[in-house]
């Protein structure tokens, strides 16, 4: 009978050799209920080998309720046992087989157990079951590998299924799949219409490490619904279908050559959508497909008599009358130069109507000069005629007292709103044409991506790898942090930072919702991130969240706006996350695309911050002189529009801007002027006061809305001008401008103040975009990322930060300080303070602080 060990592995040391030494001599030993025969001694010229193990037990998986074998061989062995889980395994369990080595006469010991589903589960979930054997010769013991034996499982529910899209083409597409929990873990393929894809076969397509399914470049033959399978040694599943559209957007292609002449007297040309053909769903081409023109008296067909000769009656009328309005023109236009006069006069009906805003793009990027108009008489007129189509508007009502405080004053039912005598005032309406900008060259020969804007117009971009980076549009307030890491090791990717323009977004806006931020757009989109990006941009409301609901809108590849997420109702398993802050947002986002922040007032107390500016002519040789009004939303990116617009114009800021609380409460804004020496000036406003209606200002999409005051002097000798300005909503706060200068010789360096001399470079990859080097930043990660027990970890640099009501969010990311540190260089990049938070990692206990105090030298 073999030898079951079990009442003699607790001997002392001493019994068990005096047991080894009678085992080898061919004894039979009982010892309590169990016996051991040694029938098989080792010759003696091994007997002082060890036993080593031929086969080891192996890691195993029990699929649904089928037992699994473990086998061990030895040689020189003369007993193998197993043993599972601390616990020796009954030798009534223990199939053995015993041979010799023809080659070396050396017994060969093969021993196998069965283990089954209902032992295993008798410790599931405590810990794995695992068993070893052990094999005994005349010099000693080995023991073999630990093999583990699991259940084998594949759930049915995928943790992320693919979403169906809809693309251009050429573009990136990724679709991602996390498959189900399982033991061993699943295996995880991609089908395109029930086959298989092989990205050996067809580059085009990468698979991801995570089971991300990339598609490069999107080709209209990818069209198609792609599945995720997931599978293992138990089962195959297969996730929901994604269906990928790739569209083709229609072109046109040149126009056809004129038709000749017909009996009407025009001539027609046609062109079709075909350059390319729209396909999938792909949009049509824009614009007429069909070009009429009037024929010239020589092409045209003569024609004797009849209706014909009426309409060609009709129109020599017409064209007598068009003459006649032209000479009319001309005369008032004679007489307007004449007299020395740029503006209408106008009475107080026409307050209300169209107050529109003025673009003006640069002749070369980065340079901005004033457009040189045609010499002549009258060449320093600034004013543009306004808009009088607009339908009018105004308030009736009273005006209510308000506190006085600095800088702002109160409006009662008095004096202040006294028509000025032989007033008139001046609506711009300025849109002047912009030059043509150069195209931008790619800056990599990667066709890859194929979306950088054309337009270098308030354009940043440069080409970042793993290191990360960072993208300034200077003197905007907008940016774009790369953190290290966000960009996957082994690629190359050329990313731009661009404003748009919000008159050309058309983005939808209903009720009481108002856009609060430039459009700001980065790119290209459907780049894989691993990382969230940061995109600051400045915002304009008073950052009063219980009046607003303040969303994060996104276009879609269709060119709808979504709703991605609302502040104050963030999810952090969403790809989105925002922190808005005093004046500026800041957008974690893992998708690059064109975003915008709209506001929804939830009560009249809700208000936007105003931007009031003051600009006057730099040099004035006439009667005339005009003061320029802007009031726009307060941010960046639009004070310094209008300071390069001004420039071109030949326009002076004369006062330090001011700032405006413009409330939700459906009333216009006034503007008026007082307090002047009526000897010296007048002002041409027929009426006590100009007003803007609401829904200009509130809205948003008027970019540089502003009103002019034309003021006359009695002679040109008349250079100090002293006034006051006011600004106030009805019913609402207002602010005051005083003003005393000379125009002729204001050397008031205001311009240079608020010209905003941002210098910073647009594009900086790699670590010369960020204040924490790399290194250190990798060791300050390292070490508070480990949660410790008194919490001088990542927790408390969030609360010595002031980020602490950010706490989930950096919970869910795999490194929180890491996020804590990419926000801290967003919110420090000018003014970024190393030793400042040297001082707080010294606070927290952390010796790494002190390396920040190390000199660039030394670094």
């Given at each position: 009978m073999p030898l079951h060990l079990g009442p003699f592995v607790r001997w002392r040391s001493g019994l068990v050799l005096t047991w080894i030494c009678l085992f080898s001599s061919g004894f039979t030993f009982t010892g309590g209920e169990h016996a051991a025969t040694v029938t098989h001694p080792l010759p003696a010229a091994f007997s002082d080998l060890l036993p080593h193990f031929l086969v080891e037990p192996d890691d195993v998986y029990i699929v649904k309720n089928k037992p699994v074998t473990l086998t061990c061989r030895s040689t020189p062995a003369t007993q193998i046992y197993f043993k599972c889980n601390g616990e020796w395994v009954h030798q009534d369990q223990h199939l053995i087989e015993r041979d010799v080595d023809p080659a070396t006469g050396l017994p060969v010991m093969q021993v196998k157990i069965d283990i089954s589903r209902q032992q295993v589960?008798?410790?599931?979930?405590?810990?794995?079951?695992?068993?070893?054997?052990?094999?005994?010769?005349?010099?000693?013991?080995?023991?073999?590998?630990?093999?583990?034996?699991?259940?084998?499982?594949?759930?049915?529910?995928?943790?992320?299924?693919?979403?169906?899209?809809?693309?251009?083409?050429?573009?990136?597409?990724?679709?991602?799949?996390?498959?189900?929990?399982?033991?061993?873990?699943?295996?995880?393929?991609?089908?395109?219409?029930?086959?298989?894809?092989?990205?050996?076969?067809?580059?085009?397509?990468?698979?991801?490490?995570?089971?991300?399914?990339?598609?490069?470049?999107?080709?209209?033959?990818?069209?198609?619904?792609?599945?995720?399978?997931?599978?293992?040694?138990?089962?195959?599943?297969?996730?929901?279908?994604?269906?990928?559209?790739?569209?083709?957007?229609?072109?046109?292609?040149?126009?056809?050559?004129?038709?000749?002449?017909?009996?009407?007297?025009?001539?027609?040309?046609?062109?079709?959508?075909?350059?390319?053909?729209?396909?999938?769903?792909?949009?049509?081409?824009?614009g007429l497909d069909l070009q009429s023109l009037n024929c010239t008296s020589e092409q045209c067909p003569q024609t004797a008599s009849g209706a014909e000769d009426v309409a060609l009656y009709v129109g020599i009328v017409a064209v007598a009358l068009c003459l006649t309005l032209l000479l009319i023109v001309l005369v008032l236009v004679y007489r307007r130069k004449k007299e020395g006069l740029d503006a209408d006069v106008a009475d107080s009906s026409i307050l209300t109507t169209g107050f529109q805003p003025m673009g003006i793009k640069p002749t070369k990027p980065g340079v901005w000069a004033p457009r040189r108009a045609a010499r002549s008489k009258n060449s320093h007129l600034l004013t543009i005629q306004p808009d009088l189509t607009t339908t009018t508007t105004s308030y009736q009502g009273t005006l209510r007292s308000r506190h006085e405080v600095a800088g702002k004053f109160s409006v009662s039912n008095g004096p202040l709103l006294e028509p000025l005598p032989n007033g008139s005032h001046t609506l711009h309406n300025g849109k002047l044409p912009s030059d043509p900008n150069d195209f931008m060259n790619r800056l990599s020969s990667q066709t890859y991506f194929k979306t950088l804007p054309r337009d270098n117009v308030n354009t940043s971009y440069g080409t970042f790898n793993f290191l990360g980076g960072r993208l300034t549009l200077p003197n905007t307030g907008i940016s774009l942090l790369i953190p290290p890491e966000a960009i996957p090791r082994g690629k190359i990717y050329e990313i731009y930072l661009t404003i748009q323009k919000k008159e050309d977004m058309r983005l939808p806006l209903a009720g009481c919702q108002t856009l609060l931020s430039p459009v700001v757009s980065c790119g290209p989109p459907g780049v894989m991130l691993t990382r969230p990006v940061i995109l600051s941009m400045d915002h304009c409301s008073d950052a009063c969240l219980e009046n607003w609901a303040i969303r994060l809108k996104k276009q879609s590849y269709e060119g709808t706006w979504e709703d991605v997420l609302q502040l104050g109702e963030e999810v952090v398993s969403e790809p989105y996350y925002c922190q808005l802050e005093a004046e500026t947002c800041r957008v974690f986002t893992e998708q690059l695309g064109r975003f915008a922040l709209v506001g929804e007032s939830l009560s009249m107390a809700a208000a936007k911050r105003l931007k009031l500016l003051l600009f006057a002519p730099a040099y004035c040789s006439t009667l005339e002189y005009n003061i320029r009004i802007y009031c726009m939303d307060d941010t960046q990116d639009l004070l310094k529009e209008v300071m390069q617009m001004e420039r071109q114009l030949g326009g002076r800021l004369i006062d330090e801007p001011h700032v405006l609380l413009f409330k939700d409460s459906y009333h216009n804004l006034r503007l008026s002027i007082h307090d002047m020496p009526q000897a010296h000036w007048r002002s041409k406003l027929l009426a006590g006061y100009q007003e803007i209606p609401f829904y200009h200002i509130w809205s948003g999409s008027q970019r540089t809305l502003h009103c002019t005051f034309t003021l006359e002097r009695q002679s040109l000798s008349t250079c100090d001008l002293t006034c006051t300005l006011c600004v106030w909503q009805v019913e609402g706060e207002g602010q005051s401008f005083t003003l005393d200068f000379n125009i002729s010789k204001d050397i008031r360096p205001l311009d240079s103040d608020f010209l905003l001399m941002d210098n910073c470079t647009p594009a900086l990859a790699g670590p010369s975009a960020f204040q924490i080097p790399y290194l250190i930043r990798q060791k300050i990660c390292s070490s508070l990322d480990t949660p410790c027990p008194n919490g001088a970890d990542w927790r408390l640099l969030a609360?010595?930060?002031?980020?602490?009501?950010?706490?989930?969010?950096?919970?869910?990311?795999?490194?929180?300080?890491?996020?804590?540190?990419?926000?801290?260089?967003?919110?420090?990049?000018?003014?970024?303070?190393?030793?400042?938070l040297a001082a707080v990692m010294a606070e927290i206990g952390k010796q790494e602080a002190m390396i920040f105090l190390v000199s660039d030298g030394e670094c």
């Open positions: 589960e008798k410790i599931f979930g405590l810990e794995d079951y695992w068993c070893q054997c052990v094999a005994w010769s005349t010099t000693g013991t080995q023991k073999s590998q630990k093999a583990y034996v699991r259940i084998a499982y594949l759930r049915k529910n995928f943790e992320e299924e693919p979403l169906g899209k809809e693309v251009a083409l050429d573009q990136e597409v990724l679709l991602r799949c996390h498959p189900p929990e399982g033991v061993p873990p699943a295996e995880v393929e991609w089908q395109r219409n029930e086959e298989l894809i092989d990205p050996k076969t067809d580059p085009n397509f990468f698979i991801t490490v995570d089971h991300n399914l990339i598609i490069k470049q999107a080709r209209l033959a990818d069209t198609g619904n792609y599945t995720c399978v997931a599978k293992n040694i138990v089962a195959r599943r297969k996730s929901s279908s994604a269906t990928v559209i790739v569209y083709v957007d229609g072109g046109w292609s040149e126009w056809s050559k004129w038709s000749p002449c017909g009996a009407d007297c025009t001539m027609w040309r046609s062109r079709e959508c075909t350059q390319p053909t729209p396909s999938t769903g792909g949009k049509e081409c824009q609360q010595r930060l002031k980020l602490d009501r950010h706490m989930s969010f950096f919970a869910s990311k795999a490194s929180p300080t890491s996020v804590i540190l990419d926000l801290w260089e967003t919110q420090h990049f000018h003014s970024g303070n190393l030793n400042q």
